[in-house]
């Protein structure tokens, strides 16, 4: 069986990512199969993967 993955460049949308609703081209019996990695704040990962970094960074 072939997989796929799909990414997104630019703003975004929560709605759209977390299947909040259904457009109409979506197979509805087929949405149960939707897998959900992670559902946080991107602000928030954002600061725990990177402000440490940025901090080392800065004291340069």
């Keep these: 069986m072939e997989r796929t993955i799909s990414g997104m460049m630019g703003k975004g949308s929560v ?3 977390t299947r909040a609703f259904t ?3 979506v197979d509805k019996v087929r949405s149960r199969d939707n ?3 992670c559902h ?3 602000k928030e990962v954002y600061h725990n993967l990177f402000d440490e970094a940025l901090e080392r960074y800065n004291a340069k």
């Design 15 to 17: 709605n759209h990512n």
């Design 23 to 25: 457009a109409k081209n």
């Design 35 to 37: 897998v959900e990695f």
């Design 40 to 42: 946080s704040d991107i």
